[in-house]
């Protein structure tokens, strides 16, 4: 696991960043700048939303996981979408 740890590390922070960015995109959505926070909502959950479909479709038995780990960001691309075109 040593020789990895950097790597999860990386990893986590990655992850950390793509967050920070899809909530900072709610912020400004809430604050009035729909268009703004619209892109970095989307950008920031469909490379969530991305990673999930590629381990779905790289690894069969980390199906289960990529579906867990793809919901949310599938729910909050559906709904961001859906926001905009309402």
């Known amino acids: 696991a040593r020789p990895h740890a950097f790597y999860a590390y990386n990893q986590g922070f990655y992850n950390l960043f793509l967050a920070l ?24 959950t469909g490379a ?17 996981a990529a579906v867990k780990q793809g919901s949310l960001p599938l729910l909050a691309v559906s709904c961001t979408i859906a926001a905009l075109l309402g």
């Open 21 to 44: 960015q899809a909530l900072t995109g709610v912020a400004l959505a809430a604050l009035g700048h729909v268009a703004l926070g619209a892109a970095l909502i989307l950008a920031g």
């Open 48 to 64: 969530m939303l991305a990673a999930a479909v590629v381990l779905a479709l790289a690894s069969a038995p980390h199906r289960g």
